[in-house]
């Protein structure tokens, strides 16, 4: 076996190794079996199992951080929130009934990942959550850091119930552009009235 190089210790791989899959995967949306195609065709073999091993390994050590950034998201002057479909295999379990988003036990089965993004300090901070809850929710857990002597912060977001904290007080601002959305459907029908909303939109 060849010596190794002076400086190089004994983990398999280097930190910032770690860093920058975890950042082309969960920063630039890389899939771990592009990166694996990628590396294969450099001839550094990295498969999507091995990525997943080095990123699941290195996130206790990010735990710290990201309640951190929790806490900074819910001090906030403003918060955008929204849900997007998501399929997680572990979550799926039981299919719900036709036309339900829920099973027979009456629990809820679809997943979502909710995007938050708070603007705190002139800094923007975008924080994910997967699972079963709907963006009201999780922020409604985000907030629930909040410091008490803070005023209530402005939530900005379409006008879906489900984005909205439950029993937490925001600034609701409605988002424009889905409003003008529906202005915009009813522009033939109603063009003059539509025209002077559009115009001052």
């Not at 050590?61 to 849900?83: F, K, T, V």
């Not at 709907?134 to 879906?160: F, S, T, Y």
Request: charged share 20%.
């Amino acid at each position: 076996t060849a010596k190794a190089p002076e400086g190089i210790g004994q983990e398999k791989f280097d930190a910032s190794s770690v860093s920058i899959v975890a950042v082309l995967r969960y920063g630039n949306g890389m899939p771990f079996n592009r990166l694996d195609k990628l590396q294969g065709s450099m001839g550094i073999p990295l498969p999507a199992s091995t990525q997943w091993d080095m990123v699941s390994g290195a996130a206790p050590d990010l735990c710290p951080a990201y309640e951190r950034l929790i806490w900074e998201a819910a001090q906030g002057q403003l918060l955008h929130n929204d849900d997007t479909p998501m399929k997680v295999l572990e979550l799926m379990g039981r299919r719900p009934r036709e036309g339900s988003g829920a099973d027979q036990k009456g629990q809820r089965t679809g997943i979502f990942t909710s995007g938050i993004v708070s603007i705190f300090e002139g800094r923007r901070i975008a924080l994910f959550f997967t699972g079963h809850q709907h963006a009201g929710e999780n922020l409604a857990q985000v907030l629930a850091r909040r410091a008490a002597e803070l005023g209530p912060p402005i939530q900005m977001c379409d006008a879906l119930s489900r984005n909205m904290p439950k029993e937490l007080v925001v600034m609701l601002a409605n988002c424009t552009a889905h409003a003008r959305r529906q202005f915009v459907d009813l522009a033939e029908v109603f063009p003059e009235p539509v025209g002077h909303v559009l115009e001052v939109l």
